[in-house]
């Protein structure tokens, strides 16, 4: 890594969406968060849109055995 990649991996600052990970020896699930801010009004909702009926979790699974699929799942 030369002098300025390092630099500018020390100065990036994005929050990660990651919540948690479990690795296998042929799979990743990975459970990340997609929430988003809500009115300042509204300080107490968790979500923006409070008519909304579904999470902003989302998990995702990658598996890397023959003959498997990748899957993608919000919940």
């Known amino acids: 890594m030369n002098r300025k990649n390092r630099k500018e991996k020390e100065q990036n600052t994005d929050v ?3 919540i948690c990970v479990h690795k ?4 990743l699930l990975e459970f990340n ?3 988003r ?4 009004k509204d300080f107490w909702h968790l979500h923006e849109d409070i008519a909304s009926d579904y999470s902003r979790i989302r998990a ?5 055995a023959k003959k498997a699929a990748s899957a993608f799942m919000q919940i």
């Open 16 to 18: 990660s969406k990651q």
């Open 24 to 27: 296998t020896q042929n799979t």
């Open 33 to 35: 968060s997609f929430l």
């Open 37 to 40: 801010m809500a009115e300042p």
């Open 60 to 64: 995702v699974m990658v598996t890397t």
